[in-house]
């Protein structure tokens, strides 16, 4: 029995220490991936599909085809994800009379500082309390700064309990939100606020029952949560909310143990490293930069310099320079340099997907997550069928889940959706659930109405998958072949609901996960 037990420990801590370790591996080694597409995309209204309502007329993204390789250095900037610069929300668009019934959303936490400094350089000066005279602010800025204030009257997780509502160190810390972070999460909240706003999806008087709210313990995703809820919900009844904790970045609460996934991920790892180790001109550039820090290459390489490089280009702060000494040769880190690390990691990212192991990890990291997802969205369409009654202090309509890269990355390649953009600062996925009208009764010759009548024929539920403001959901794994020029021009859920309870696992030659986590080979 004390065997068994240890066992069992070895493997939950081996898989956290193995998670930690492709979290640094793809926060800097594949900051941002190969990006085929979604930047340059066209809308055209599908020709024979039913009306659209009004301001709803481009729901369907026509992707052009690419013909280029991204440029390193302007995918670096669109990772940085400035809020200066205006942009498009497709969430809430619906042919006419659609019901929305439920929205979903994960982002990752916005701007912050870096993780890792590098070695006999000056960390990025950066101030990360809240100021609404910097220039990069927002309208709604001076209202959430007081009402986090007020955060003591909401119900906290005992983790989260003592985790700053607000960033406030004058010389920002390691990991820490920056202004600009708290901003570009007011405005993912405010766009969604907009594209909701006639949908009714939550009450004036909504209860405590309507609204879910989790996020890790780290302060950047606690406080990027708090900035998009006071968006979509400016001065929301702090007593009426609950933040939840989750402990693990993958969100698998309960579900968290799983062999096989463990076993993609070293798998992952080592492919990672192989592909690193044979760039020459990856290993040039990091002997070449050392030489100027007058750093042994090995010291460079684990200081993870993508990371702060990341910090200044963002920032508009110069990369760092140092004098020349005994040992190096001074100078300043340069964008060719930067621009090197920048094609290894989007060169990383099509290997990535031509190998296929982090797919097969994806899927086993994020089915907790997508099992809860699709269990909440079948609960909310029961609900809504025609002479159920009303459970007391409503379902579920509005769920967040404040997260990482680690995490959103796993779920939009278990979704089949690893030709997206790399998770950028703010990123956020959304997943809406939608009701059609019932459809049209023929009235029986010589039929009476009334008590006697048939059984008026409900409407049927619809999902919709959007990244980053954009309709990706045609391009999922699991509604990729529907066919949406049709009568139906929405994915049916019962398609999602497959997918995630036995379609996905087929990747791993499983029918369930549990049968894939703990399958012994031969």
Same mark, same amino acid.
């Given at each position: 029995?004390?065997?068994?037990?240890?066992?069992?420990?070895?493997?939950?801590?081996?898989?956290?220490?193995?998670?930690?370790?492709?979290?640094?591996?793809?926060?800097?080694?594949?900051?941002?991936?190969?990006?085929?597409?979604?930047?340059?995309?066209?809308?055209?209204?599908?020709?024979?599909?039913?009306?659209?309502?009004?301001?709803?007329?481009?729901?369907?993204?026509?992707?052009?085809?690419?013909?280029?390789?991204?440029?390193?250095?302007?995918?670096?900037?669109?990772?940085?994800?400035?809020?200066?610069?205006?942009?498009?929300?497709?969430?809430?668009?619906?042919?006419?009379?659609?019901?929305?019934?439920?929205?979903?959303?994960?982002?990752?936490?916005?701007?912050?500082?870096?993780?890792?400094?590098?070695?006999?350089?000056?960390?990025?000066?950066?101030?990360?309390?809240?100021?609404?005279?910097?220039?990069?602010?927002?309208?709604?800025?001076?209202?959430?700064?007081?009402?986090?204030?007020?955060?003591?009257?909401?119900?906290?997780?005992?983790?989260?309990?003592?985790?700053?509502?607000?960033?406030?160190?004058?010389?920002?810390?390691?990991?820490?939100?920056?202004?600009?972070?708290?901003?570009?999460?007011?405005?993912?909240?405010?766009?969604?606020?907009?594209?909701?706003?006639?949908?009714?999806?939550?009450?004036?008087?909504?209860?405590?029952?309507?609204?879910?709210?989790?996020?890790?313990?780290?302060?950047?995703?606690?406080?990027?949560?708090?900035?998009?809820?006071?968006?979509?919900?400016?001065?929301?009844?702090?007593?009426?909310?609950?933040?939840?904790?989750?402990?693990?970045?993958?969100?698998?609460?309960?579900?968290?143990?799983?062999?096989?996934?463990?076993?993609?991920?070293?798998?992952?790892?080592?492919?990672?490293?192989?592909?690193?180790?044979?760039?020459?001109?990856?290993?040039?550039?990091?002997?070449?930069?050392?030489?100027?820090?007058?750093?042994?290459?090995?010291?460079?390489?684990?200081?993870?310099?993508?990371?702060?490089?990341?910090?200044?280009?963002?920032?508009?702060?110069?990369?760092?320079?140092?004098?020349?000494?005994?040992?190096?040769?001074?100078?300043?880190?340069?964008?060719?340099?930067?621009?090197?690390?920048?094609?290894?990691?989007?060169?990383?990212?099509?290997?990535?997907?031509?190998?296929?192991?982090?797919?097969?990890?994806?899927?086993?990291?994020?089915?907790?997550?997508?099992?809860?997802?699709?269990?909440?969205?079948?609960?909310?369409?029961?609900?809504?069928?025609? @002479?159920?009654? *009303? #459970?007391? !202090?409503?379902?579920?309509?509005?769920? &967040?889940?404040?997260?990482? +890269? =680690? %995490?959103?990355?796993?779920?939009?390649?278990?979704?089949?959706?690893?030709?997206?953009?790399?998770?950028?600062?703010?990123?956020?996925?959304?997943?809406?659930?939608?009701?059609?009208?019932?459809?049209?009764?023929?009235?029986?010759?010589?039929?009476?109405?009334?008590?006697? @009548?048939?059984? *008026? #024929?409900? !409407?049927?539920?619809?999902?919709?998958? &959007?990244?980053?403001?954009? +309709? =990706? %959901?045609?391009?999922?794994?699991?509604?990729?072949?529907?066919?949406?020029?049709?009568?139906?021009?929405?994915?049916?859920?019962?398609?999602?609901?497959?997918?995630?309870?036995?379609?996905?696992?087929?990747?791993?030659?499983?029918?369930?996960?549990?049968?894939?986590?703990?399958?012994?080979?031969?």
């Amino acid at each position: 029995m004390m065997q068994a037990r240890n066992r069992f420990l070895l493997l939950v801590v081996g898989g956290a220490a193995a998670l930690a370790i492709l979290s640094l591996s793809i926060q800097f080694f594949n900051l941002m991936p190969s990006v085929p597409g979604l930047d340059d995309r066209l809308y055209q209204p599908v020709e024979g599909g039913p009306a659209l309502g009004k301001s709803r007329k481009r729901v369907f993204p026509v992707l052009r085809p690419h013909t280029e390789e991204p440029e390193p250095v302007s995918e670096a900037y669109g990772y940085c994800n400035m809020p200066n610069r205006s942009e498009q929300a497709w969430e809430g668009h619906s042919p006419v009379d659609y019901k929305l019934l439920s929205v979903q959303v994960m982002i990752r936490h916005g701007d912050r500082y870096p993780l890792y400094s590098i070695p006999k350089t000056k960390r990025p000066n950066i101030d990360c309390t809240l100021s609404v005279n910097r220039q990069l602010s927002h309208p709604l800025l001076t209202g959430f700064i007081g009402h986090m204030g007020r955060g003591g009257r909401g119900h906290w997780d005992s983790p989260l309990s003592s985790v700053p509502r607000l960033p406030n160190h004058s010389s920002c810390e390691i990991g820490e939100l920056t202004q600009t972070g708290v901003v570009q999460h007011l405005r993912n909240g405010q766009l969604l606020r907009e594209a909701y706003r006639h949908h009714n999806l939550l009450p004036p008087d909504w209860s405590p029952r309507q609204v879910w709210v989790e996020t890790t313990g780290k302060s950047r995703t606690l406080q990027s949560g708090l900035a998009f809820l006071y968006g979509l919900l400016p001065d929301f009844d702090w007593t009426k909310l609950s933040v939840r904790h989750q402990w693990s970045t993958l969100f698998c609460s309960g579900a968290c143990d799983c062999p096989a996934r463990n076993k993609y991920l070293d798998e992952e790892q080592r492919r990672q490293y192989r592909l690193r180790v044979a760039n020459n001109e990856l290993e040039r550039t990091y002997a070449e930069m050392a030489r100027t820090l007058g750093l042994p290459t090995r010291q460079l390489r684990a200081a993870n310099p993508i990371d702060s490089l990341l910090c200044h280009l963002c920032h508009g702060i110069p990369f760092p320079c140092v004098p020349p000494s005994d040992v190096g040769t001074g100078g300043c880190l340069t964008m060719t340099q930067f621009a090197v690390i920048r094609k290894q990691q989007l060169d990383d990212e099509v290997d990535r997907r031509r190998v296929g192991l982090y797919r097969k990890y994806a899927v086993l990291a994020m089915y907790p997550y997508l099992n809860r997802t699709a269990s909440k969205m079948e609960r909310v369409a029961r609900a809504s069928e025609t @002479g159920r009654p *009303a #459970r007391p !202090g409503g379902e579920e309509v509005f769920s &967040l889940s404040s997260a990482h +890269d =680690v %995490t959103v990355a796993p779920l939009l390649s278990a979704l089949g959706l690893e030709r997206l953009s790399f998770p950028r600062f703010a990123a956020r996925v959304v997943f809406e659930l939608w009701k059609s009208p019932p459809p049209a009764q023929p009235k029986r010759k010589g039929a009476k109405g009334g008590k006697g @009548g048939e059984k *008026a #024929r409900d !409407g049927e539920a619809f999902i919709r998958v &959007l990244y980053n403001g954009e +309709d =990706v %959901t045609f391009h999922t794994t699991f509604c990729r072949t529907h066919n949406r020029h049709g009568s139906q021009p929405l994915c049916p859920l019962g398609n999602f609901l497959s997918f995630v309870r036995r379609d996905m696992f087929s990747l791993v030659n499983a029918t369930s996960y549990q049968e894939a986590c703990y399958r012994r080979p031969g």
